[in-house]
């Protein structure tokens, strides 16, 4: 009997880089971390990954002629040949960083895409969406990521905003300018940063009581949402708007796309069951023309969900 | 030499069925009408498309051997594997009406698609579109229809749901109840009906002069675009904000598949440039993350996009 075939996921961030072996059939066998090396514009960061996958195949008896691929999600946009002109954080200019893995490790197949694209893959596949062929991932952190899964695929879209949902203008009232240059964007309101400030707000607001004002300028998003669940009402209201465009950005992408599935990641869904019913209730009020649409579930495989989608990508079909 | 092959495009719509002859790689030979036949629930229909054909291939001297298949549009929803569970319209309940074409016809390969996803299909790939194998498409008619294409086919959604951009909820302050039970939808402000209602406020806010009001009940959607494009100023308001909905809209789409291109097609888009340049406008402002994302086009193909769409269903890949 032949051993079987083993991938590799591997998930750069500014921070670490999180890798993990895969069997054929994408069971997670080990998972480890590396530093992210940003000497001389990571310069050996391809190297340092490429070694890492070696010696962990090395230690663990396994073989390297098992190795079927590596698949790797970037935090920055990828073109479908794999090409990346910029990467702000990885200091990268106009390369194909999987080619270079590629090569350093025998010419194995090495598939690239953009690492929130391989979460909403890895989440889709294996995490919320369990084997749904379409679904979108919305990931709330710092700031509001996303990614669309059509027919188990990434859609990158043509100029790679596909999945851009962070930056949809969903709030008219809003003065103050996000990131991207807009007013009113999602992530305004929705990513963690989002979160604080809304709540800073509605305290500047009103001088009623809330548990939120104990927490003085080191208040969190973790905060707001746990006192919010605990029946704080000013907590509570900051969530309810929360839920009210998160609800709006998925009613828009159902009367576009109408994935199976929409999967909420992220820092901030760990609010669970209480965001996601008030996330459920504005999707509702928005989307009254049919009962029959994607259902909106919490993510589930929190950080691995980068190293599931981007083992994803050289699996064959399964 | 062998004879090149034929293919029909099917349009079917609640008074007419536009039907065309197509070559096979996709020029439109001849195109011909017949009365949708409503007797006994349309029972008449499918035979009725079915012996239009068969007769019009034998008039025009083309052997019924050199038919490769009929595409057909209808005006409802349609499942991916062709079955039709209700069509208002067509009076139609569990069908499946390919089929029943295909039986008609000898057996040739027979497919379905909703009219307004054919549409789509049709101006992606020979109209405003020319080629692109992502577009999205934004009919202005009565109501706002629209279709998703992506990598050259129809993207019908989960449930039936996709491209139903018409009731994306995009406008807060609006009281009025939309036929799909929310409030705000863009076919509320851009559909010919839309526009006239905006305009009937427009007027009834103010004492100041507009040519509109020389049209009174009759004022129609056509006359509004038409006097805000001759400089009319309240006219004109009335279009600024059909634009502004417009191109919100579309930034939403962009953000979540990024296509190659949208295309407005319905009577409304016969508003031409002056229409288009201010949807631009808005969606550049409200897309301002990237210059880098689809372009937004005119329709071209004006009553034919249904047919041209309908048989490039059935024709290979060109």
Redesign the interface.
């Known amino acids: 009997m032949t051993e079987s075939r083993i991938g590799v996921g591997v998930d750069v961030g500014g921070t670490t880089v999180k890798l993990g072996l895969f069997s054929e059939r994408g069971e997670l066998l080990k998972k480890w971390e590396i530093p992210t090396d940003h000497t001389d514009d990571c310069a050996n960061l391809i190297p340092d990954i490429a070694a890492s996958i070696r010696g962990t195949l090395s230690r663990e008896g396994i073989g390297f002629e098992r190795l079927m691929g590596a698949g790797m999600g970037v935090p920055g946009p990828v073109q479908a040949d794999g090409y990346v002109e910029v990467c702000v954080n990885l200091h990268w200019k106009n390369r194909y960083p999987a080619r270079e893995l590629s090569e350093l490790l025998s010419g194995i197949p090495c598939y690239l895409a953009n690492d929130a694209n391989a979460a909403a893959l890895g989440e889709a596949w294996r995490g919320g969406g369990s084997g749904a062929k ?1 679904a ?1 991932l919305i990931t709330l952190g710092t700031g509001v990521g996303g990614g ?1 899964i ?1 027919n188990g695929h990434i ?11 962070g ?3 969903v709030r ?1 009232d809003e003065a103050e300018q996000c990131n ?3 007013y009113g964007c999602l992530e305004q309101v929705a990513s963690a940063t989002g979160i604080v400030r809304e709540a800073k707000r509605v305290l500047a607001s009103t001088e009623e009581h809330s548990r939120m004002r104990e927490k003085g300028d080191g208040l969190t998003a973790r905060d707001v949402c746990d006192l919010g669940r605990e029946g704080d009402p000013l907590a509570d209201r900051v969530m309810e708007t929360v839920g009210r465009y998160l609800g ?2 998925i ?10 599935v929409f999967v909420i990641g992220g820092g901030v869904s760990r609010a669970g069951e209480y965001l996601r019913n008030k996330v459920q209730k504005y999707y509702d ?6 009962r ?3 259902r909106v579930v919490m993510a589930s495989l929190g950080n691995d969900a980068g190293i599931y989608g981007a083992v994803r990508l050289i699996l064959p079909d399964l």
Chains 1, 2 share one sequence.
């Open positions: 379409e979108v669309v059509m859609v990158p879209g043509r100029h790679g905003l596909g999945g851009e949902i930056h949809m203008h008219d991207c240059g807009g709006l950005a009613s828009h992408i159902a009367l576009t796309l109408d994935p199976e009020q928005f989307t009254p023309i049919s029959n649409r994607g």
